[in-house]
């Protein structure tokens, strides 16, 4: 038993975007976990080798009721949605689109992208803004250098740095990298839960082990967390956090709601191309359809209750 108790959750190996699908590792949600603060979903891919794997190409589709994170380690994906909006998603630059009560957009890898790498994030909306408008932003953060490791917070507040970017709920997210055999201790807020998601390397989160695409969830009432790289390289790291998220959700396909009405409206309105959607210019394919409705009814869903 580690002074601290950390929760490992393993990824699923999961198709993304239709028939010409890339495979990406899933650590949320999990059956045991469906959300760390607001964060309900987790996708971690390559790196791939674009001329193997075919890349990223997810035409248009929709989303409700969450925002979208994208941070990449390498390689470009092109992003465009309903609000007109027409970005280049770089490495170590938060491309963060809300899709609020309905957006819809798309993502391809750019032509001059050779390897693709990274995570791809959601964070549910709470109940008061889950149909606020949707919006998008962009920021880069700049590095901060610390003993043995450098760290970019692209949202909420760490190492005395803070993401200008907005949230509805708090939050913390982060890009991690620790030098080879370094140790970290980093003050975090005894109010959020937090995971960390390895991407290199092996890291011991207070004492516990976390490999490569293992998600490591710390409860709240934490001041402190501990790092360590147990390689002999660098080891990279997506931390995680938030204040407990308590309603319950319904996530099916790409929209967040809180009943199976919710996300029988919401398919509904995609499938009739309502402007609750908006239209997605400039990409040479199809819509992606909706996915049928399962047979039972969709029930809300929420964290195992906190001892």
Do not use: K
Request: include cysteine.
């Amino acid at each position: 038993m580690h002074d601290t108790e950390v929760e490992i959750l393993t990824a699923r190996d999961v198709p993304l975007g239709g028939p010409r699908a890339m495979t990406v590792r899933r650590t949320l949600p999990q059956r045991s976990r469906t959300l760390i603060g607001a964060w309900c979903f987790a996708d971690h891919y390559g790196p791939d080798e674009v001329a193997e794997s075919g890349g990223m190409d997810v035409a248009p589709h929709p989303h409700t009721g969450l925002q979208t994170v994208s941070w990449l380690f390498s390689g470009e994906i092109e992003h465009r949605d309903s609000l007109g909006s027409h970005a280049i998603v770089r490495p170590g630059e938060l491309n963060l689109m809300t899709g609020g009560h309905g957006i819809s957009h798309t993502e391809v890898s750019t032509p001059g992208t050779t390897v693709l790498h990274g995570v791809q994030l959601w964070v549910a909306l709470p109940e008061e803004h889950r149909h606020t408008e949707r919006d998008f932003r962009h920021h880069a953060p700049e590095p901060v250098r610390l003993h043995g490791a450098e760290l970019r917070v692209f949202l909420g507040t760490l190492a005395g740095d803070t993401s200008p970017v907005p949230t509805f709920t708090p939050l913390l997210g982060a890009e991690l990298l620790l030098d080879a055999g370094a140790t970290l201790t980093l003050t975090v807020d005894a109010a959020f839960e937090h995971g960390l998601l390895v991407d290199e390397g092996t890291v011991l989160v207070d004492g516990a082990r976390v490999r490569p695409a293992e998600l490591g969830y710390v409860g709240t009432g934490h001041e402190t967390l501990t790092l360590t790289n147990e390689s002999d390289r660098r080891a990279r790291a997506v931390l995680l956090g938030g204040t407990p998220f308590d309603e319950r959700i319904v996530m099916w396909w790409n929209f967040i709601g809180r009943s199976h009405q919710d996300i029988v409206e919401a398919r509904d309105a995609w499938e009739q191309a309502s402007e609750r959607f908006g239209h997605v210019d400039g990409y040479p394919g199809d819509r992606l359809p909706a996915p049928i409705l399962p047979n039972a009814a969709l029930t809300p869903r929420g964290n195992p209750p906190r001892g």
